[in-house]
C-alpha cells in the first residue's frame, strides 16, 4: 500500500485500470476513507463508492 501511494505521476500515467483502482483505494483509505469496490467493468473507470463518516461521497 505504501509503494502504491507513493506512486508518481509518471507511474500513474502508465498503470492499467486494475492497477489505478488499487491506487486510488489505498490513497482514499489513508486518508481515512472506508471503500467498497464495486463490479469491474474494464472500462478503465474507477469503481469504488467511498465512505466517511458513513455518508457515502
Do not use: C, H, P, Q
Not at 7 to 35: P, T
Not at 46 to 53: H, R, S
Request: aromatic share 12%; proline share 0%; hydrophobic share 40%.
Amino acid at each position: 500500500m505504501k509503494r502504491l501511494i507513493a506512486s508518481r505521476i509518471d507511474d500513474i500515467d502508465i498503470m492499467d485500470g486494475k492497477a489505478f483502482e488499487k491506487y486510488l483505494e489505498a490513497l482514499f483509505k489513508k486518508l481515512g476513507y472506508r471503500v467498497e469496490r464495486t463490479r469491474y467493468l474494464g472500462d478503465y473507470g474507477a469503481d469504488l463508492v467511498v465512505f466517511k463518516n458513513g455518508v457515502k461521497t
